[in-house]
């Protein structure tokens, strides 16, 4: 599978693609290098996240994978998400063999911090899954208060409530047939995508599926 779009491509002449796990160069259809290919530990698992909700994963959150989606969230990495996205599109296909999804969803990140950081990170994993999956990246949902991160708070009940209430949907689901894909980078407490799939179960999704990079809970 190449990587999406036609300017990525024109990009990868001029700025080879690296590894995301160590940095070194690879080839523009190349997910990793070969030595990551063999150290990476695929370690796939399946989270209830709630009612009937789960969350896939390809891998757990330690290691190089860790620092990986560091550079990737914090250090402008953007274009890791076409490596991420393919690695949780072979996680999808593990849990929903042959299923179709209707569309992916990024977790929203609030406006000032998309801002700062010049991108969300889950947004560009969406719109990587969706090249991948063959279905559109739609943004159904809008973070409207601006929190302290999650990773900054340890206590689950805090988390809990640190998201309580900061979605709103700017969609209704108009087909009760329709499987929705939400993506992020981790999944740790659970308590975001929880909070996720509160608000578009609010709104009409009944078939819900999430997706994330790495799980920080073994
Ligand atoms: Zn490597």
Redesign the pocket.
């Known amino acids: 599978m190449r990587r999406g779009s036609f300017f990525d491509r024109i990009f990868s002449l001029v700025y080879p693609d690296?590894?995301?796990?160590?940095?070194?160069i690879?080839g523009n259809i190349d997910v990793?290098?070969?030595?990551?290919?063999k150290?990476?530990k695929y370690s796939f698992s399946v989270r209830e996240i709630s009612d009937g909700v789960v969350c896939v994963s390809p891998f757990q959150y330690n290691g190089?994978v860790r620092d990986a989606i560091r550079h990737f969230k914090f250090e402008g990495c953007k274009r890791y998400a076409w490596n991420f996205a393919f690695e949780m599109a072979k996680a999808i296909d593990l849990k929903f063999p042959l299923e179709k999804f209707s569309a992916v969803m990024p977790v929203p990140i609030y406006k000032s911090r998309k801002k700062d950081r010049g991108y969300n990170q889950a947004g560009s994993l969406a719109d990587e899954l969706g090249n991948i999956l063959n279905i559109p990246s739609i943004e159904i949902l809008e973070k409207i208060k601006n929190t302290a991160p999650q990773y900054t708070i340890k206590d689950y009940k805090e988390r809990i409530n640190n998201v309580q209430g900061v979605y709103k949907a700017n969609y209704l689901c108009e087909d009760s047939q329709e499987r929705l894909l939400v993506c992020d980078d981790i999944v740790t407490s659970g308590a975001t995508l929880k909070e996720c799939v509160r608000t578009l179960k609010s709104v009409g999704f009944k078939n819900i599926s999430c997706v994330t990079i790495s799980n920080a809970k073994s």
């Open positions: 690296t590894c995301p796990y160590c940095g070194r690879i990793k290098c070969r030595d990551c290919e150290s990476i190089k």
